[in-house]
């Protein structure tokens, strides 16, 4: 059974670090916090290793997936789509390489690493994202310039998420 203060403290993580998901896994248990819209869940599991032999056990117990999140309407919201998707066209996206806070200056009084109408190479620093208390360098790692900048300082991005748009 896991510490009710360690858990205590992942959740405390997750709220300061504004995370939607934690998973953790050791030798002996994996834990899985989730917190959103569906509620919070907690889900606890020791963890089974099959010992070779063709033993019926699983080689690691996954919990049962959730429930997908309800499809988009149909058909009705589609039209602006396109309209998006053509302005947008031959450009390339600078993505989120984890989750965290994202800001567009090194402090408040600083100007942006990078504004739309900014040219850029691979090693320019576009922005910092801040995880667990880390700051972090994200670099553009393209070339071109930036077109859109399509998150704004101080929201909370996802490991993927397009941060800017750029015409190579």
């Known amino acids: 059974m896991i510490d009710p203060s360690k858990l205590k403290d992942l959740v405390k993580l997750m709220v300061e670090n504004d995370l939607t998901e934690l998973d953790l896994q050791d030798e002996k248990e994996t834990v899985t916090i989730r917190r959103g819209p569906q509620g919070g869940v907690v889900n606890h599991s020791p963890v089974y ?39 947008d066209a031959g450009l390339i996206a600078i993505e989120s390489p984890m989750v965290g806070t994202f800001y567009s200056a090194a402090n408040p009084d600083s100007p942006p690493f990078a504004a739309a109408g900014a040219k850029i190479t691979p090693s320019t620093v576009v ?20 077109e859109k900048v399509l998150v704004k300082n101080g929201d909370a991005v996802e490991f993927g998420q397009k941060l800017f748009l750029v015409r190579p």
């Open 49 to 87: 290793y099959g010992g070779g032999g063709g033993g019926g056990a699983p080689a690691a117990f996954a919990p049962a997936p959730m429930a997908a999140p309800a499809a988009a309407p149909a058909a009705g919201g589609a039209a602006p789509a396109p309209k998006a998707a053509d302005s």
């Open 127 to 146: 922005c910092l994202i801040e995880a667990m208390k880390v700051f972090n360098e994200i670099k553009a790692e393209k070339t071109g310039t930036i």
